[in-house]
């Protein structure tokens, strides 16, 4: 499988109401991306995911994709 991204993150900190950013994470079925395709470290994409599920829960983000 190939990495989504070259670097490892261009964003130091994931805020959840970046919704923008957050979607480049997000695959096309509305599940977060895994380690293996984003590139993240463990601590990274522990803080990417507790972002998009605060994002849902404030309805910035779907939380299926629309079929």
Do not use: C, N, W
């Amino acid at each position: 499988m190939a990495k989504i991204f070259k670097h490892r993150t261009d964003v130091a900190y994931f805020d959840y109401k970046d919704f923008k950013t957050l979607q480049r994470y997000v695959d096309q079925y509305g599940r977060i991306e895994t380690r293996k395709k984003t590139g993240l470290t463990e601590s990274q994409q522990r803080r990417l995911a507790i972002a998009i599920k605060r994002a849902r829960h404030l309805a910035l983000m779907p939380f299926v994709a629309k079929a």
